[in-house]
């Protein structure tokens, strides 16, 4: 069981950044994969960015390559989704999940309850 909370949503003027933060609570945090996930209003929910056990391998959406930056620290069970350059279709809650499977695809097994996040241009 992993229980996920994130953090750091709210609202910044374009072409800022913004850093999301996950803690994970449970057992064995770094035996999983991390996603970061987001779903505008009216939109379906996509995968933004994910990372695996180790932090040896992530994937980014081709929407937000060279912008966003994944990242996790196994001591202190917590991924991170630093945010930069951020424009105004970056608007969504933003949520993490976690799998000991699932990276890229995949159906993740715990989430978070998301945190907004709302561009203004």
């Known amino acids: 069981q992993v229980q996920l909370v994130e953090s750091g949503g709210g609202l910044v003027q374009a072409g800022g950044s913004r850093r999301l933060s996950c803690a994970a609570s449970?057992?064995?945090?770094?035996?999983?994969?991390m996603g970061w996930f987001r779903q505008g209003s009216g939109k379906e929910r996509e995968l933004v960015a994910a990372?695996?056990?180790?932090?040896?391998?992530?994937h980014y959406a081709d929407s937000v390559k060279g912008r966003f930056t994944v990242s996790r620290d196994n001591a202190k069970n917590a991924v991170y989704l630093q945010m930069n350059s951020l424009k105004s279709e970056d608007t969504a809650v933003y949520y993490c999940?976690?799998?000991?499977?699932?990276?890229?695809?995949?159906?993740?097994?715990?989430w978070g309850q998301g945190t907004q996040v709302t561009v203004s241009s």
């Open positions: 990372i695996n056990w180790s932090g040896g391998r992530t």
């Open positions: 449970g057992r064995m945090f770094s035996t999983y994969n």
């Open positions: 999940a976690a799998d000991r499977a699932a990276l890229v695809t995949g159906e993740y097994k715990y």
